[in-house]
Each structure stands twice: as structure tokens, then as C-alpha cells.
């Protein structure tokens, strides 16, 4: 009797063994496959495959275009991560240093200027739009009634200054020098038959003064943000003009990267008819597509 319940007892511990290690090799199994399912997850969930282009820029009108350009770019199976400044030299430092791959905010001749200046080594990947200056009439309310001696406030930086002039002067009021074009200061006035005169100030202070002088030439981010319209100004800067051609706003990159095919995709998003739309809608002028 004694070695019969020996012998049960042992066969027991046995098949108690033979169910853990089934056990044991049954959960390896599903742990292996579990791995495997993450695993799997983690390469497809949230992931672009790299395709995240990261873009600096200043909210208007150059973040708000871009969040249009976002949306074509997702349906490609990009990711546009914009980032928005409220200077003019973090998204050109942080370019430069690869933090972004490419800045929207800045015309191409400050870009060239920054280069000069800095050392950079920045490249206009494409010309996206122009935003022309307007001439608003203050006390004086059309050109026809301006009189000898009349106030005019213009930007008091060369670059702007200089486009400040060229509209007087696309407008006849009066004469530069023969060839000075984007360079022009006040010396370079040949002639002023009415003598105006010219209020220097910062551009962005030209749209608060329009009660005290006869006129002002206001840049077209400041008069957007002063809630001026361009309709509304008395004469525009051409967009057939020398001033299009030198301060059209482009997408800056790191030279070099000029042909990356995320840098291309942002652009062929930026340049689609759904961002004309939007730009002409949105601006009414006061932002001019240049494709």
C-alpha cells in the first residue's frame, strides 16, 4: 500500500511538472508575439518615415499661409512643424545652426544682407510673395490735394526708405538719381518741386502718426496689423517694380539643401492654387502671390 501511494504521489509531480512547462512555453510564445506587435507599432504609429520638415516663421501672414500648406502636405505623407518667432534673427540663427530646415518670414535682400553681416550661409530656395508698401493718406486725403511742403512719413531703415522713395517716385511726385533703384536715400532726391518733407521714423510706427503728417508710406505686415487695407491706399508699390524683384518673401534654407525633397514638397505645397486662393482671399492685396 505504501509504495502504491509512493507511486501516485510521484506521478502526480510529474504531470504537476509537465503542466507548468506547458505553461511556461505557452506564455513565452504569447510574449514573443506581443514583442512582436509593439515592435510592429512602433514603426508605423505617429511616424512619418522621416518626412518632418520643420519651417520658422512670423505669424502674419507667413505662419498663417504655411498652416494652408500643412494640410497638402499631410495628404503626401509629410509633416510640417512650424515654428513661429517674433524677431528677425532667431529663425536665420537657428537655420543656420540646423535647428530648422527652413525659414518663411524675410525678404531676400535682408536674407543676403544677414549673410553679409553673419557669416551665413543661407539660400533663397523660391520666391513665394510680395508684400508692396502703401502710400495712406493722414491729413491729407488724395495726392491731388497735397500741398508745397506737405509731411510725408516714410521708414527710416535704408532697405525700406529706399522702396518708401521709389513709390513717390512711381507716383510723380518726385525724381531720384538716374540707376540708384533699391539704394536710394534722401540724397539721392533730384527733384522736389513741391518740397515735401520726408518724416523719418521706425517702419513699424509709420501707420500711428497718420493723424499728425499729410501722408505715410506703411509697409504692408504693419498695416495689416494697424487694420489698414490696401484698397484703401493711395498708391501701391508695383509688383512689376524693381522693389518686387528685391524683396520678395522666399523659403530660406542652409545652402545645400536647396533640392532635399522635403524642401521641394513644402514649396510645391506653398506654390498650389489653394495657397493663391487663400493669400488673394485672405489679404486682398496686401500680400501679392508671385507664382
Given amino acids: 500500500m505504501k509504495k502504491f501511494l509512493a507511486f501516485v504521489l510521484a506521478l502526480a509531480m510529474v504531470l504537476a511538472l509537465a503542466a507548468c512547462g506547458g505553461n511556461s512555453g505557452a506564455g513565452n510564445n504569447s510574449g514573443n508575439a506581443g514583442n512582436g506587435g509593439d515592435a510592429a507599432g512602433s514603426n508605423d504609429a505617429g511616424s512619418t518615415g522621416g518626412k518632418t520638415v520643420t519651417v520658422g516663421a512670423t505669424p502674419a501672414p507667413h505662419a498663417a499661409i504655411l498652416e494652408v500648406a500643412k494640410k497638402l502636405m499631410e495628404a503626401d505623407g509629410y509633416t510640417l512643424d512650424i515654428k513661429e518667432f517674433n524677431d528677425y534673427v532667431t529663425p536665420n540663427t537657428s537655420l543656420e545652426d540646423g535647428s530648422l530646415d527652413a525659414n518663411y518670414f524675410q525678404h531676400v535682400t535682408y536674407m543676403n544682407d544677414f549673410n553679409d553681416e553673419r557669416g551665413a550661409h543661407l539660400v533663397n530656395a523660391a520666391g513665394i510673395h510680395y508684400e508692396p508698401l ?146 488673394e482671399e485672405t489679404y486682398e492685396g496686401a500680400v501679392v502671390p508671385l507664382f
Avoid: W
Avoid at 170 to 199: C, M, R, W, Y
Avoid at 209 to 215: F, I, N
Fill in 134 to 279: 502703401g502710400l495712406y493718406g493722414g491729413k491729407t486725403a488724395s495726392l491731388a490735394d497735397l500741398a508745397d511742403g506737405a509731411k510725408i512719413a516714410v521708414p527710416n531703415d535704408a532697405t525700406n526708405e529706399a522702396r518708401a522713395l521709389l513709390l513717390l517716385e512711381q507716383e510723380g511726385l518726385i525724381k531720384l538719381k538716374e540707376g540708384v533703384g533699391v539704394s536710394a536715400t534722401k540724397s539721392d532726391v533730384e527733384e522736389n518741386p513741391h518740397n515735401f518733407e520726408f518724416v523719418e521714423m521706425e517702419a513699424r510706427l509709420t501707420p500711428t502718426v497718420l493723424q499728425d503728417v499729410d501722408m505715410a508710406v506703411v509697409n504692408g505686415n504693419y498695416a495689416i496689423d494697424a487694420g489698414l487695407k490696401i484698397a484703401d491706399a493711395l498708391a501701391v508699390e508695383s509688383a512689376e517694380g524693381d522693389a518686387a524683384e528685391a524683396y520678395v518673401n522666399v523659403i530660406a534654407v542652409k545652402e545645400g539643401n536647396e533640392n532635399d525633397e522635403g524642401i521641394q514638397e513644402l514649396i510645391k505645397c506653398l506654390k498650389s492654387d489653394e495657397v493663391k486662393s487663400f493669400i
